[in-house]
């Protein structure tokens, strides 16, 4: 089992960095480095979407929205995942959630943080 909390939203004008954190509590058996760990967000309005992910075998990934822009990466010694935002955009706007999969490279995603608020104005 997983649980994984968020932080780091906030508000921001465009063109601003924001860096938004993830601590996941891992159940003995697991390690945080072997999960696969994804970011995920919700405009208003709009379906949840992809973001990025760390995947223990197959790497980083990201949406080709966030290309360039944004940067996943982590501390295992922390048990912690970050979202480091730059140049961001009105439309980036959401509400961002962490995930985790227990299973390598599935789009199956197991457990969910409970997400953190980013505005982006103009």
């Known amino acids: 089992q997983v649980q994984l909390v968020e932080s780091g939203g906030g508000s921001v004008q465009a063109g601003g960095s924001l860096r938004l954190s993830c601590v996941a509590s891992?159940?003995?058996?697991?390690?945080?480095?072997?999960?696969?760990m994804g970011w995920f967000r919700q405009g208003p309005g709009k379906e949840r979407e992809f973001v990025a992910a760390?995947?223990?075998?197959?790497?980083?990934n990201y949406a080709d929205s966030v290309k360039g822009r944004f940067t996943i990466s982590s501390d295992n010694a922390k048990n912690t995942l970050y979202l480091q935002m730059s140049s961001l955009r009105v439309e980036d706007t959401a509400v961002y959630y962490c995930?985790?999969?227990?299973?390598?490279?599935?789009?199956?995603?197991?457990?969910w943080g409970q997400g953190t608020q980013v505005t982006v104005s103009s």
């Open positions: 760390r995947r223990w075998i197959a790497g980083t």
């Open positions: 995930a985790a999969s227990l299973t390598s490279n599935s789009r199956v995603w197991d457990y």
């Open positions: 891992v159940a003995s058996g697991r390690t945080f480095r072997s999960i696969d």
